[in-house]
């Protein structure tokens, strides 16, 4: 299943009518040259229909880049720019929108051949705030062609996640298991973001799962587990179940999706799924997950929101943890201390049962869930994938509705350490520089749940882009502040 939008920019250039019109063709002609040169010309259509100057135009090239599949927009600004016009296109555009400018390119020809597009950048913002548009606008918006065309490179992972939103339906099965208050937030924001959600009964899921009882397709889905998991398949005696299991979460997305294109699944995983399924989910979880289709643990709703939006960004599996435990002091003074620039605080362990993907492992092993295990048969525990995460960048994220229905997200980079965990499920030890201080006066003091999205790589510059596109103030898009940069929570004497 294709679970992601692929984003292709129409690039319309615009002139405002008392300045030459030739620089914005030739502009235009060469941030396109400059892009094709350096990245995917799949990914972008340049309007030839006209250069835009008036509403006329605006129209001739609204339709023009609707004809060609584009699914978001690039105002370029070779000259000045109208104002109105070009405010207009981007309004009347139905997909995320980026504004950039043409950099002047000699001081050869700053009389007839100068376009003040970095001026026309200032009434641009302006207008479009007048109306209520919100685009993208990079940090520094005027350049060359080749800079130009990084800042449309840049904006794809933007526009994906914008798009997918738009067009993403949440699936989830029962309700918060009890002690986890904090997985349950108001889906009032859901709407809001353009999201759709259908809730559905643990009841209507077991059916389903049952109905799949000696489906044809089991035996090919076993195999393939057993590929993946190879001398890690500790406990084959399971794997029929957890590949009915499977079927039937892709058979239910592709007869639930509806008129949506993108799903993501948040799933009930205890305390009856084991008894009653006869296994725990999670390594079924962790394949959906890796074929695009994030599920969440504890029916975590925005977990699984958050999930999806770091797979737009990110184009890879992602995972959902538990910021769990602390590192012990001895772990930390034997492999971490002198050897990485982070103190005891900037550590922890990111930790859940078994859903994260096999490929996000260094090794794994299918084994029981050795919590639910203490007060459950053993058998009936059994799929829960194990390892120690691979090690490398990544970036701790999570967009939430609070409880009283407010939108807000914290981003932090970080990376997970080459450090044996001698733990168990799937498990790594994270370094966030000054976790300590984000951990008590962003996680804890803005009420967020345990669980964090995790996307591999540094991707904080495009999600906070995503988070301001679709509504998050910017007060509350929270990062890991540095030295030097207080909290308002943050007591000055402590």
């Excluded at 995917?40 to 605006?58: G, K, L, N, T």
């Excluded at 950048?121 to 007048?130: F, Q």
């Excluded at 759709?196 to 076993?222: M, Q, T, Y």
Aim: glycine content about 8%.
């Amino acid at each position: 299943m294709n679970n992601t939008p692929k984003v292709k920019v129409g690039i319309v250039a615009v002139s405002r009518d008392c300045f030459p019109e030739s620089l914005s063709v030739s502009r235009r002609q060469a941030l396109v040259e400059a892009y094709k040169s350096k990245y995917d010309e799949a990914d972008i259509y340049e309007c030839p229909v006209c250069i835009v100057e008036s509403e006329i135009h605006m129209v001739q090239a609204l339709e023009d880049i609707k004809n060609a599949g584009c699914n978001s927009l690039c105002v370029y600004l070779g000259n000045f720019g109208p104002e109105i016009s070009e405010t207009l296109l981007a309004k009347h555009f139905d997909g995320p929108k980026m504004f950039v400018a043409a950099a002047e390119e000699t001081q050869e020809n700053l009389v007839g051949g100068r376009g003040d597009a970095y001026c026309g950048m200032l009434n641009a913002s302006y207008n479009l705030k007048l109306r209520n548009i919100k685009a993208y606008i990079p940090e520094y918006p005027v350049g060359t062609a080749s800079e130009c065309a990084d800042m449309i490179h840049e904006f794809l992972p933007i526009a994906r996640a914008v798009i997918g939103l738009s067009k993403l339906k949440i699936i989830s099965f029962g309700p918060r298991p009890l002690n986890f208050m904090a997985c349950n937030a108001p889906i009032q924001q859901l709407f809001n973001l353009g999201v759709e959600i259908e809730e559905n009964s643990e009841l209507d899921l077991f059916e389903s799962f049952n109905k799949h009882a000696g489906d044809e397709r089991i035996p090919s889905v076993v195999e393939d587990m057993a590929k993946e998991l190879g001398a890690g398949n500790k406990k084959p005696e399971i794997l029929e179940k957890l590949a009915q299991y499977e079927l039937t979460l892709l058979d239910w997305v592709e007869e639930h999706k509806g008129y949506r294109e993108y799903v993501a699944i948040a799933g009930k995983c205890w305390p009856a799924f084991q008894t009653q399924f006869g296994f725990v989910p999670c390594y079924v979880n962790s394949r959906l997950t890796g074929m695009g289709i994030p599920v969440s643990c504890e029916v975590d709703i925005y977990g699984a929101l958050s999930e999806f939006i770091g797979t737009c960004v990110s184009e890879d599996i992602v995972t959902l943890l538990d910021i769990n435990n602390s590192v012990p002091a001895d772990m930390y003074k034997e492999s971490i201390e002198g050897k990485y620039a982070y103190t005891h605080q900037d550590t922890f362990m990111g930790f859940h049962c078994g859903n994260t993907n096999a490929k996000k492992l260094s090794a794994c092993e299918m084994k029981n869930q050795m919590i639910m295990a203490r007060s459950l048969p053993e058998e009936v525990t059994n799929g829960t994938l194990e390892g120690d995460i691979v090690p490398g960048e990544i970036t701790f994220f999570r967009l939430q509705s609070t409880a009283d229905c407010k939108i807000r997200a914290y981003i932090a980079h970080g990376e997970v350490l080459p450090v044996a965990t001698r733990s168990f499920g799937a498990i790594g030890v994270f370094a966030i520089s000054e976790m300590g201080r984000f951990y008590r006066h962003v996680l804890i003091e803005k009420n967020y749940p345990h669980h964090g999205a995790v996307a591999f790589g540094h991707h904080g510059k495009a999600l906070y882009e995503v988070f301001k596109l679709v509504g998050v103030p910017v007060d509350e898009i929270n990062f890991n502040q540095p030295k030097g940069m207080m909290y308002p929570t943050e007591n000055p004497f402590a």
